[in-house]
């Protein structure tokens, strides 16, 4: 059984940053991505970040590029989200999720395997 967890969420001001991290657990875990998304109140679950695992390969949300870096620690099994200046329009419940299958279209969560609980960032202005 994979498990996956969130942890660095938190409450920040405008402008400042947080990193977020999602450690992998479970027997022959061998992701092909890993993602990151994001889930507002009232609003649908978005897409922000993803990592092809291994090679490295970034894609992010138009609305993150420059501000957002994912990464990857293959030794580790975990997962980074370094989100530096922030916005209020930030403020979600961040997901990450891992994906099996080869070639899987990295913005469409439905293609992610396993999720983890989530973790609330707070951006207040």
């Known amino acids: 059984q994979v498990q996956l967890v969130e942890s660095g969420g938190g409450l920040v001001q405008a402008g400042g940053s947080l990193r977020l991290s999602c450690a992998a657990s479970g027997r022959s875990f061998s992701p092909f991505r890993m993602g990151w998304f994001r889930q507002a109140p009232g609003k649908e679950r978005e897409f922000v970040a993803s990592i092809r695992w291994g090679t490295g390969g970034t894609v992010y949300a138009d609305s993150v590029k420059g501000r957002f870096t994912i990464s990857g620690d293959n030794v580790k099994f975990t997962m980074y989200l370094q989100m530096n200046s922030l916005k209020p329009e930030d403020t979600a419940v961040y997901f990450c999720?891992?994906?099996?299958?080869?070639?899987?279209?990295?913005?469409?969560?439905?293609?992610?395997?396993?999720w983890g609980q989530g973790t609330q960032v707070t951006v207040s202005s």
């Open positions: 999720a891992a994906g099996l299958h080869h070639n899987l279209d990295p913005y469409q969560g439905s293609n992610y395997n396993y």
